[in-house]
């Protein structure tokens, strides 16, 4: 009985401890996003500038307690009226900021998918954006220092227009 009662114990404090590191491996937030036909919304996005918010480190480095491999931003994006057909909805990420500077922001990517294959009706469309850091082992020294503990910021850009 008590081998029982130790395995289960050590599958319990293993299975929490996975779900702890699965935790910290990324973030994620969620939004609500309402355009307009043929008018776009800009939302300025903000990573890591927030005293005691989890900073970026590159994908294959293990996240310490206030790290993170990548952001995973949702949005529920609607139209403010009804219409009668499908548009095509753009999302756009652009002014890619590291510590305030583009010197940087080639090493972030910023991948974006819907799930309705960039159309939009009546319905919410859920859109993901997933932000990671990207490092190659012959990158400056200088660089790779000056991306740590660094703040990001971008622009996104919705728009629903008729084809």
């Not at 969620?30 to 996005?45: A, K, M, P, R």
């Not at 609607?78 to 940087?104: F, H, P, Q, Y």
Request: charged letters at 20%; glycine letters at 8%; a negative charge.
């Amino acid at each position: 009985m008590k081998r029982i009662m130790f395995v289960f114990l050590m599958a319990l404090l293993l299975g929490g401890s996975a779900f702890a590191f699965a935790w910290w491996d990324n973030l994620e937030d969620s939004q609500n996003v309402s355009i307009g036909t043929g008018e776009g919304v800009t939302l300025e996005v903000a990573l890591g500038t927030d005293e005691g918010a989890d900073k970026l480190v590159p994908a294959g480095v293990v996240p310490q307690p206030g790290q993170t491999e990548s952001y995973v931003l949702t949005y529920d994006v609607t139209l403010d009226n009804e219409i009668t057909g499908d548009l095509t909805l753009d999302v756009v990420a652009s002014d890619i900021l590291v510590n305030g500077s583009t010197d940087l922001s080639s090493y972030i990517d910023v991948d974006i998918a819907d799930d309705n294959e960039g159309r939009i009706g009546n319905e919410t469309v859920v859109v993901t954006v997933t932000v990671t850091l990207t490092i190659d082992s012959g990158d400056p020294e200088a660089d790779i220092e000056a991306l740590k503990n660094a703040d990001i910021t971008f622009d996104l850009t919705f728009t629903a227009a008729q084809d």
